[in-house]
DNA sequence: CCAAAAGTGTTCCGTCTACACCCATGG
DNA sequence: CCATGGGTGTAGACGGAACACTTTTGG
């Protein structure tokens, strides 16, 4: 029976991270620079191999967890990225991971020991191999489902303004939105809640707080922004 | 500097083609029986393993062109399957591809010498493996996509009556659309252009045959329906 | 002459968009 | 007291959905 599979061969399979983050009403991307060859130095999404004893997904919740100690993270599959060459040493396929995380719960010293960096999206370099398009297809899909997803809320703090939140969307959307007609089909949404907590971080009068009630969602998960 | 990938272990790597095709108004889908083991007579999508001087998209044309004779398909990769144990032999990961084809270009000869079968989708049995998996994920990027991409065209022959372009619309997204409101949106899209020829064979009284140019729509690629 | 599919417009309603001013507070 | 960000409503435009009858022709 294994006769069948040994007449063909085996190739490597890794999991590459596209961490976004935001800060300063940006999106970022977690890049460092690769410390082994081939392409030692240049900057690159984190990434590593699959084991045997693992699934893609978990390969990939493995490797972000390595990285920020982070355990429940959004996380989906952008694709399978297979050109023979795309890797300059070996043959390497790669499945590419998004995910989305709030910035403020990834320890910093960790990041530093980890030398990756959050990098504004708009600024991104060249990285290594084609981690470029892997970041393209990622963003993509990103804009695409944010109009159907309660994704937003995984860049934020658990408590969060109604601009904070305007300014994600702005960011990935990559355009302004009209603060008076976001904050009406917010309204309309329930289980992105308002709490007695009041901000006053960002305005000396102060923004109300809101939650993202996740149970609610989960109840009825209809979201159209 | 092999040393660092030969620490870590190779998999087996497939593609698998989730072929969709269109016939008396229904979504079909071409599926087998397995000639091989693990899971020899069951049903399962056509596939193969990925080879070394071929890139995973290319494994993909190369698969559905052996078993339909056909080399400018629209494909598209749904995404990479990876659980341990999908595969009940040996490790393998999965890509699956999906493809659009015009039943009618498929010579049907061939179809029953590699004994494959077009099922409708909505009366489609336990696949073999995660297969079922595969085939859901694509119908719903195709539900999606077929929205903002003119993909229906593929499912047609060259020529082709409105009537018959509605019944694509209506078995991929599931219900009846209004004829009226239908043809009134095909109308202001140039690049779906009414030819002067006649089809008789699905009515006495003639329908107006249309065809989608590449060219105009090449131009300016938008679309809505 | 009739069955069967092709073809054709209008109205209504809900949704999206544009738009400008007052409020509360810390410094 | 003023600079700064927070918060609020309305009117007009637009697009999508509902809806029924006439035309053509092969048998």
Redesign the interface.
Known sequence: ??Q??RE??????SVDCIVFGFENNHLKLLIGRRQ???GRGEWSLYGG?????????D?AYRVLRDLTGLKKTYMK?V??????DRDP?????S?AYCALINVADYDDKLRQQYGVEWVDLDKLPKLYSDHNQMVSKAISLLR?RIKTEPLSFNLLPDLFTLTQLQHVYEAILGDGIDKRNFRKRIKQIDFIEKTELIDKKTSKRGAALYRFNKKLYADDPTFKL
């Open positions: 029976m294994t069948y599979y063909h061969s085996k190739v490597w399979v082994m060859d081939p191999f699959v084991r045997d004893d693992e699934s893609l997904d390969a599959q694709g399978a990225f297979g050109a023979i040493g070996e043959r390497v396929i499945v695409r």
